[in-house]
């Protein structure tokens, strides 16, 4: 139990996950699997900003100039800014593929009529494409 505890945020990582991935895999409307697309990127994000967290890490800004004379900096004290610089480019990503996605549907949905992904496969059998 203390594991769990101790890895809560994993734990809601992996549950995220599994239902995003769930999502996009079961369900035949393609609204649901955008949405369901969006959590899985977000759980991505989630981990990706779980593994770059430091207890006690300040931001890595040295306050004062630091000279060849004196003390070595010590990068332990200092958050890893990576992390979280590439999960903000991959919420700008996120939100773009999702915006993009929901406009095809969009526009398919005003072409066959359903968003349902059978209805779909049926209509473009139908047509011979």
């Not at 779980?50 to 100039?65: D, F, N």
């Not at 398919?108 to 047509?127: F, M, P, Q, R, V």
């Amino acid at each position: 139990m203390d594991t769990f505890v101790g890895h809560f945020n994993y734990v809601i990582v992996v549950m995220l996950l599994m239902i995003g991935l769930w999502g996009m895999l079961a369900k035949r409307n393609l609204v649901k699997k955008c949405i369901s697309m969006a959590i899985f990127q977000t759980a991505i994000i989630l981990f990706y900003i779980s593994m770059g967290a430091k207890t006690g890490a300040t931001i890595p800004i040295i306050e004062y100039g630091h000279h060849a004379g004196e003390h070595a900096i010590n990068a332990s004290h200092y958050a890893n800014p990576l992390t979280q610089i590439l999960m903000l480019t991959a919420i700008v990503v996120g939100v773009a593929t999702l915006g993009l996605a929901l406009a095809l549907v969009q526009k398919i949905y005003k072409e066959y009529g359903t968003a349902n992904e059978d209805a779909i496969i049926e209509a473009l059998k139908g047509k011979n494409v």
